[in-house]
RNA sequence: ACUCGGGUACGCAAACAGGCAAAGCGACUUGUUUUAGAAACAAGUGUUUGCGGGUUCGACUCCCGCCCUGAGUACCA
């Protein structure tokens, strides 16, 4: 066998790790431990892309590296099951998502195990298996019981919850209701998109123009009971606590602003009869600002307190509780059909035209509680009911929505801030209500404020509120509350039992009491039910939508416990729920007493490297830190944050392609003749329509900054590498690229692409690039003429390293260990093709040198790697050989090469031996000739000499 | 619009706590050898780091402005 057959090697070495458990976890630690975790996929009938491998790789030449450093190391593999494909393919098949869901997992592992990876398979897990659902469940439970104490900044059992001595006296549905307020997870009335026709929830992306994006049936948003869970409440940890992680600033600045912390005021404006100001007033400095506003204000919130004087007019938003309140019989006419019509459009419909702004008079006024001035209570969508308190204080001379806003319907403005000397504003437009500035600077009519610099005032009017009892200081996230059930039937059911009326029920009415319990642990897991048709619909009650749940047996969905009979919740859990935790159960997978061994869980945690798509960034993140925190606060875990070091690794896209473009004469059109239309189609300067040619590599060139046709250079192409996508055409399926170049070849070809971070082109002549480079390795250790069986070359023997063979073997170690440490593979990967050019041309190869460098090289490309390894006499895998060591003495060269500079610019190069100190140095270059000479008549005014870089002459 | 990346040879890239610009792979050229195709080996080719200014003895690297490009966010009061 004298080639380099891939095809051969690859399946022979998986094999033989498989048997022989190569890749097991150590039972105990021993050492420092690397818990080296890949973001788990959703297998999906596709299967594996080839931007899986990038990241699988990166984790995986880390997690061979420490093994051979000496370290234990944990490197699972799991699978994120759930979801809403498999249920599509159940609907569409009549196939029980179960099945077909297991049978893409088999697909996956296949591919897996093709390409090497060093995975402890023994511990694969998917968020579908019925024992891990059971802890899924458990985990709900936990958040179901515990409530967050803002005083101690922790969450604790709902037992611990203080019951106020009203709200006790009221009896025992009073105090579960207060409790119910307080849960971590809570039902409740959310905005969702609500298709009639259709019967289901959908998401803001099936909606277009207030239609569904299937079948074009109206949509409106409508409240619908829901489950939610309060992630708000760990809105500050979640943030404080990126401090101690070791993730980029961009990603942490995603999460920063995801969750997006404001701080000011919350202010009442007075709504009730107008000879009660006072009244009202008095009562407030006496009862303080109450928790929850009655009806007799609008509660605002405010990050500008200070513009309090400015405020020329309220706005609510269309979802708003006291809409019917506050519209007057003239104005209801036009209220309604302006709240109808914002319920009609979706979040994303809202924001394409949120340049103009709509709204309509209720015809109420408020009470400006610092001047008592009255002021119009007007209606908008551009105000969200789910942030802050769903309706605002107008300030439209510094707030560029409230002034586009009142521009449009004419109110007034009032300027109350002027600006800085510095700030580029027009303090004669501003006066005049031409202009608005929303930056800080001193107050101006605001009565006794007047001169006062903004956030001294913010503070003096916060003070003086609380003091009124009419406002107090306040915080707001941008993070909501997460809602967190899905109406479908492929995720986890809830572990939640609904109390129903017991008479009514024997009657055959289902009827809820409003009580709600959770599942108890020793009857946990809440298995799916058996659904005989995938395809069926519920038919709600009342145009009220049910999940397909609700489907189930009878025996299944009212269960009786203590002879009291309950429903089932229907709903299920969303995608999110099982990728929170995963990483925890593969410390411990199979214990079916706890979710995870508490002793396990402090040998393993933190995560180590956690490597994935930035597309998960944000919410799979915060989701799966908020459950930790949770668990930790509860005590079931020890550490506060599971992911110490996060990457995320760059998309892959596929092969750049060239585009030009063709009128319908078929003439071409410069790509810088192209303009869009309306519905971004391209046409040309006089608007006619073109299309869209795809262009041949080899019909196109390089001119100047742009790609020209080789046929006509006037003519501009376009140039890109897209997203990889069945539609475009341009997928590649790594076991093509197994079985055409080897699984080593790919491994090493997408860590060889660029930086692991960086989005990058794929490009089939890499892949043989480095295919070729592993030919080379081939041919540099075996014999390659001898056709009968696999021999060394010729060329390797126990020979005595010359001294440059040493040097460049310590130089290309030490090279590459630095460059896993950095995860700078591209780099790592090129120091090896420079050895394996170095030594190709090198007649006598030391065995002990070849060796050291197939070691180096196993982490990349272990099939390869191993099968040298055996070829030189070693019976036993090198996955547990030690790591080569470097001796930095050894890596130095004898002599270097310094340049010499006059001026900042290089004349003359000298040879010196390293570290010669900098007065040689000196000495040595004004001896050189050229330098001599160049600096005749001149007077050396400064002399920089940096050891080992530089010697550089600033003469005159 | 905002935020964060990125712009180095024909393509992908390396160097950046300021100090010899282009390591490595592909592409391209030539040669040698074997050849049905191809492959292997050897020797070569390429340019001033998007544009303009500044700081410095010295700038791909730092600062300011602009252009192009990718990704994310989207009325959060």
Redesign the pocket.
């Known amino acids: 066998m004298p080639r380099y057959n891939p095809q051969d090697i690859e399946p022979r070495w998986q094999k033989y790790w498989d048997e022989n458990h190569t890749f097991k976890t150590p039972d105990k630690i021993s050492g420092e431990k690397l818990y080296a975790l890949d973001m788990f996929p959703y297998p999906s009938g596709d299967g594996l892309h080839v931007g899986h491998p990038e990241g699988y790789t990166a984790t995986d030449i880390i997690a061979r590296q420490a093994r051979m450093a000496g370290k234990s190391v944990l490197h699972p593999m799991g699978f994120d099951a759930f979801g809403l494909p498999a249920e599509e393919y159940a609907i569409k098949t009549n196939t029980p998502p179960r099945v077909s869901t297991e049978r893409n997992i088999e697909n996956f592992v296949r591919q897996l195990k093709m390409l090497g990876f060093s995975y402890d398979w023994q511990r694969q897990i998917s968020t579908t298996d019925i024992d891990y659902v059971r802890w899924t469940q458990w985990i709900f439970t936990v958040l179901f019981d515990t409530w967050y104490d803002n005083d101690r900044q922790k969450g604790r059992p709902i037992s611990a919850l203080p019951i106020p001595d009203d709200v006790r006296a009221e009896g025992a549905d009073a105090v579960r209701q207060y409790q119910d307020d307080f849960r971590l997870a809570y039902q409740s009335e959310a905005l969702v998109n609500w298709c009639p026709k259709l019967r289901t929830v959908l998401a803001n992306e099936e909606v277009v123009d207030g239609k569904s994006e299937v079948g074009g049936h109206p949509v409106v948003r409508k409240p619908l009971r829901q489950w939610m869970l309060r992630i708000t409440a760990y809105a500050d940890r979640l943030e404080q606590d990126l401090d101690g992680v070791d993730w980029s600033?961009?990603i942490k600045?995603?999460q920063r602003?995801?969750i997006?912390r404001?701080t000011?005021a919350e202010v009442d404006f007075y709504i009730g009869a107008a000879d009660g100001v006072d009244a009202w007033k008095a009562a407030r400095a006496q009862s303080g600002f109450p928790r929850k506003p009655a009806d007799d204000v609008l509660r605002?919130?405010?990050?500008?307190p200070d513009t309090l004087y400015g405020a020329t007019y309220m706005v609510i938003?269309p979802e708003h509780a006291a809409v019917g309140r506050l519209t007057t019989a003239d104005q209801k006419e036009a209220v309604t059909t302006y709240v109808d019509a914002a319920a009609a459009k979706s979040?994303r419909d809202?924001?394409d035209?949120?340049s103009?702004?709509?709204g309509v008079f209720t015809g109420s006024y408020a009470i400006n509680p610092v001047n008592e001035k009255p002021v119009p209570v007007w209606i908008a969508?551009?105000?969200?009911?789910?942030?802050?308190?769903?309706a605002?204080?107008a300030?439209p001379a510094h707030?560029t929505?409230?002034f586009?806003f009142a521009k449009t319907f004419g109110i007034d403005i009032v300027p109350v801030v002027s600006p800085p000397a510095t700030a580029d504003v027009d303090v004669q437009k501003l006066a005049a209500g031409e202009v608005c500035f929303a930056g800080v600077g001193t107050a101006i009519n605001s009565g006794s404020y007047d001169g006062m610099a903004t956030d001294e005032f913010k503070t003096a009017i916060s003070k003086l509120l609380t003091q009124d009892g009419v406002g107090r200081a306040a915080v707001?996230?941008?993070l909501r509350d997460w809602l967190f059930s899905r109406q479908r039937f492929w995720g986890e059911p809830f572990p939640i039992l609904h109390e129903l009326d017991q008479e009514k029920y024997k009657e055959g009415v289902v009827e809820f009491t409003g009580a709600v319990r959770a599942v108890d642990m020793k009857s946990l897991p809440v298995n799916l039910p058996q659904i005989e048709d995938y395809t069926a619909k519920p038919d709600g009650d009342s145009g009220q939508y049910q999940p397909p749940l609700d489907l189930a047996d009878k025996q299944w969905l009212f269960p009786e416990i203590d002879g009291v009979t309950y429903k089932r919740e229907t709903n299920t859990m969303p995608q999110w729920a099982g990728s929170c935790w995963y990483y925890l159960r593969f410390i411990d997978p199979k214990n079916d007493t706890v979710f995870i061994d508490p002793e396990l869980e402090r040998q393993w945690m933190p995560v180590d490297l956690y490597i994935g798509g930035?597309?998960h960034a944000?919410l799979h993140l915060l989701y799966a830190r908020f459950w930790h925190k949770v668990l930790f606060d509860r005590a079931h875990l020890q550490s506060q944050e599971p992911f110490q070091r996060l990457v995320n690794q760059g998309?892959i896209l596929g092969d750049?392609e060239f585009t030009g473009y063709q009128n319908a004469a078929g003439n071409w059109v410069s790509s810088k003749d192209v303009k869009r239309d309306q519905d971004r189609r391209p046409v040309d300067t006089v608007g006619e329509p073109l299309e869209l040619v795809k262009v041949d590599a080899g019909d196109v060139e390089?001119s100047g900054?742009s790609w020209v046709l080789s046929s006509d250079k006037s003519i501009r192409i376009d140039s890109?590498a897209y997203?990889m996508s069945k539609s475009r055409g341009n997928v590649v399926n790594p076991d093509d690229i197994v079985k055409d170049f080897g699984a080593d070849s790919l491994r090493l070809y997408e860590m060889?692409?660029?930086?692991l971070?960086?989005?990058?082109?794929w490009?089939m002549?890499?892949v043989?690039?480095?295919r070729?480079?592993l030919?080379?390795v081939w041919?540099l250790i075996v014999d390659d003429q001898n056709d009968q069986s696999l021999t060394l070359n010729a060329a390797v023997g126990d020979f005595t390293p010359t001294e440059e063979q040493t040097r460049t073997l310590h130089q290309t170690i030490k090279a590459v260990t630095l460059d896993i440490e950095k995860l700078?593979f591209?780099?790592a990967?090129?120091?090896m093709?420079?050895f394996v050019?170095f030594f190709?041309?090198e007649k006598q190869r030391p065995q002990s040198v070849m060796e050291s460098f197939v070691l180096l090289l196993s982490p990349f490309a272990p099939h390869i790697a191993e099968e040298l390894w055996r070829l030189m006499g070693h019976a036993q895998s090198l996955a547990l050989e030690p790591w080569p060591e470097y001796d930095e003495a050894l890596t130095v060269e004898s002599t270097?090469?310094?340049?010499v500079?006059v001026?900042?610019k290089?004349k003359a190069?000298i040879n010196v031996v390293p570290g010669t100190a900098k007065d040689e140095l000196k000495k040595l270059a004004l001896a050189d000739e050229k330098i001599a000479e160049l600096l005749v008549g001149k007077k050396i005014i400064?002399t920089?000499v940096?050891p080992d870089?530089?010697v550089?002459f600033?003469a005159k």
Request: glycine share 10%; hydrophobic share 30%.
């Open positions: 600033e961009g600045k995603l602003d995801w997006g404001s000011g605002v919130y405010t990050t500008r938003a979040d809202r924001q035209d949120k103009k702004k709509t969508d551009y105000v969200l009911a789910t942030y802050g308190t769903g605002i204080m300030v707030d929505r409230d586009e707001n996230y941008k930035a597309e944000v998309m750049v390089k900054e890109r997203k060889f692409m660029g930086p971070e960086q989005a990058k082109p490009s002549k890499g043989s690039g480095v070729n480079f030919d080379r041919r700078s591209n780099t990967i090129a120091r093709m420079e050019n190709t041309k270097i090469e310094i340049p500079q001026l900042g290089i190069r400064k920089v940096v870089r530089l550089n600033v």
